[in-house]
């Protein structure tokens, strides 16, 4: 069983640039949520996707957006980015939409804007 | 939506003695309340959790509170050890939306 990934580790951009950061699943988990972690705060909820589908979207502009693939895995795209986008991002799976089963997190992505 | 508020921010204990970490949150129908633990440069990682059906659980040296009456849940820590320094965060969940808020963290150093 393999945990959940992300790539790429660090990332430096300039605002108005766009960013796309990857997640991969763990092993037999379809549902995957995307946090923005600011330095010193908790994760902030972005959105989830559950089987390629966006299931619930947090207090963050259209500008972010996402997709999931059919393996699973999932992208968060951030356009026009934002000095306030710096944050590590962190991507989490699990299985299914029982509720309350454990999200496992990945490593994150760590994006500074410039 | 859901406020969840978490305190102390920032914990100093000595080695042996116990921590407890205390937060309240808005909505009444959260029902899912996951503490996770953070090392520094690290993922968040659960260490307890505990759905609105229970008052308490306990895993060895960590034990969760929720009073649903009040909106507020705690997480207790005995004989704490130096490894048990990190940052931790509580969240609340509601079944239906599957949106997991989390608190602001709280800084706990374990003082050997």
């Known amino acids: 069983e393999t945990g959940v990934t992300q790539s790429p580790t660090h990332l430096i951009k300039t605002r108005g640039q766009q960013v796309t950061l990857r997640c991969s699943s763990q092993s037999g988990h379809n549902t995957v949520s995307w946090y923005q972690q600011a330095l010193g705060q908790g994760p902030q909820f972005i959105f989830q996707y559950y089987r390629e589908e966006e299931n619930g979207r947090g207090n963050f502009p259209p500008r972010f957006s996402g997709l999931q693939f059919p393996n699973y895995s999932s992208e968060l795209n951030v356009n026009a980015l934002e000095l306030d986008d710096s944050a590590l991002y962190l991507c989490?799976?699990?299985?299914?939409?029982?509720?309350?089963?454990?999200?496992?997190f990945g490593p994150g992505t760590r994006l500074t804007v410039l | 939506g859901e406020n969840v508020e978490q305190h102390p921010s920032t914990l100093s204990v000595q080695e042996g003695d116990s921590a407890v970490i205390k937060c309240t949150y808005s909505d009444s129908a959260s029902n899912y309340f996951p503490w996770y633990k953070q090392e520094l440069g690290k993922r968040p990682q659960l260490i307890i959790d505990?759905?609105?059906?229970?008052g308490e659980k306990k895993d060895q040296r960590i034990a969760v509170t929720l009073n649903k009456t009040a909106k507020h849940f705690s997480l207790h820590i005995t004989e704490t050890q130096p490894e048990d320094s990190a940052v931790y965060f509580c969240a609340a969940l509601n079944f239906g939306n599957e949106k997991l808020t989390f608190g602001t963290g709280t800084r706990l150093t374990i003082i050997p």
């Open positions: 505990i759905r609105s059906n229970v």
């Open positions: 989490a799976s699990s299985y299914g939409l029982a509720g309350g089963n454990e999200q496992f």
